[in-house]
């Protein structure tokens, strides 16, 4: 024997299902959650995609001059930067990588891993040197702030997860930063 449920709506009317389908389908739906494993039956989490930020620090000196330009063309063009003593800043480093947060671990990169990786291709290379005669990436390339920022986004991206992305800003005075890649 077959009952029935009765429903109404919002204007009154009721409507008649009978319970026979109700049942199969309620049935239905708990099989189907019993044959999923555990992580199906929760809701899919949403894709976040966070930036963390990591900001490091170090001090070089260096000299920007152009060997394919007269001393004096190079002294109008770098100013007080071009000094054959060198010159030295305090560099700021901020790193910055976005992607989406892993399931596993609630990072979307281990701060310190990406700090480990910052101090052995960045500050153990550049901190407390000369760029223009102790670091390799400058020996025929002139340091300037530009050229640096470059330099420090290429030897850190080949090491970070292809799926991230990595952003890279240089401060070489409080007043003057550089970022790679640039924005749009």
């Not at 850190?156 to 640039?182: F, K, M």
Request: a negative charge; hydrophobic letters at 35%; glycine letters at 4%.
């Amino acid at each position: 024997m077959t009952s029935a449920i009765s429903t109404s709506d919002t204007g009154g009317a009721a409507t008649t299902v009978p319970t026979a389908l109700a049942t199969e389908t309620e049935a239905a739906a708990r099989t189907d959650v019993a044959a999923l494993p555990e992580e199906r039956v929760r809701p899919e989490a949403p894709v976040h995609r966070v930036t963390v930020v990591r900001h490091e620090h170090f001090n070089a000196a260096h000299r920007l001059h152009n060997p394919a330009l007269s001393d004096e063309a190079n002294q109008r063009l770098f100013g007080k930067c071009n000094s054959p003593n060198h010159h030295g800043h305090n560099y700021e480093l901020e790193i910055r990588v976005t992607g989406p947060i892993d399931p596993t671990s609630g990072y979307v990169i281990d701060l310190g891993a990406l700090s480990d990786l910052v101090r052995a291709e960045v500050l153990d290379r550049f901190d407390h040197r000369n760029l223009n005669l102790d670091v390799e990436e400058f020996a025929t390339l002139n340091p300037t702030a530009e050229h640096i920022v470059v330099t420090i986004y290429e030897l850190l991206r080949p090491r970070i997860e292809p799926h991230l992305d990595l952003h890279v800003t240089l401060h070489e005075t409080p007043r003057n930063a550089v970022e790679y890649p640039g924005r749009p």
